[in-house]
């Protein structure tokens, strides 16, 4: 894919700590790309990498096949985590500024700014300092600065962090609307149930490495195969006595049991019926938080 951004086997180091290790992935024309892991996995020091900020000791950045340019990323969006505002300029006159940083004339920037703010629920807060706003709307102001200029790629550092509900499902619209007209997004968050509901693509990053990645339903049904089976009648242990079994946990009549590889789901079945009849047999799919600490625990036991 040459389209989008492409990010390929960058690696970092900071002295003797491995900050990225050969981390590779690609976000194409209107996909929304979710960059996940723990504190410290490496998520902004990637971001910072694409945005310039930072020199890979390894690898490279490309944009629509090409090497970024100083020319190229000032078409990208960026939100870094630390946000970057100044806090006591008005909130319209900092757009205005900052979107005249970016090439637009002054009536452009002044009509840009206005109309983010519009459509981010501030347009009665222009005239406020940004340190007199509240995190979120703060947040809602960031986000505006990222948009101004119509960027082609747009980098978030947790962007839904500290957001009420609102200002939540303000933010997730506003970005499925950049995805749906052609823009790449890429945004890390901690808030994995907004992830799966917003992504169609995610990425684990574990100590610098990419450890899983996919779309979420991919990634979901790549998990530990558990399957709910409900067999009111059967006496208790009854699973403990099928090889390549686990019990997860027991709700009543309902066991979560897990199967090793290689073990056939259709011979659990079988075993469950011959305790007497079953009312659910169900592929249990976890979440992606589940999902996530899964891999995470796995990864750290190699």
Known sequence: M????????LSRRYGPVVALQDLSFQVGPGELFGFVGSNGAGKTTTMRIVMGVLAADVGE????????????RRRFGYMPEERGLYPKMRVLEELVYLAELHGLTSAAARAAAAGWLERLGLSDRGNDEVQKLSRGNQQRVQLAAA??????????????????????????????????????VVFSSHQLDIVERLCDHVGIIQSGRMVAS?????LRRG???????????????WAQAISG??????????????????TDDQAVLRAALATGPVHEFRRDIPPLSELFRHVVSEKAQV
Not at 2 to 9: C, N, S, T
Not at 166 to 182: C, P, T, Y
Not at 223 to 232: D, S, V
Not at 249 to 260: H, I, K, P
């Open 2 to 9: 040459d389209a989008g951004l492409q990010v390929d086997q």
């Open 147 to 184: 948009l101004l200029y119509d960027p082609e790629l747009l980098i978030l550092d947790e962007p839904f962090a500290g957001l009420d509900p609102v200002a939540v499902d303000v933010m997730s619209d506003v970005l499925r609307e950049r995805a749906k007209v052609g823009i790449p």
């Open 61 to 72: 950045v490309r944009w629509n096949g090409g090497r970024v340019t100083l020319e190229s």
């Open 214 to 218: 996919g779309t979420v339903d991919d």
């Open 245 to 262: 079994l686990a019990v997860v946990r027991r709700d009543g009549s309902r066991t979560l049991l897990e199967l090793a590889d290689g």
């Open 223 to 237: 998990g530990p195969r558990r399957y709910w089976i409900e067999a009111p009648t059967a006496v208790d242990g």
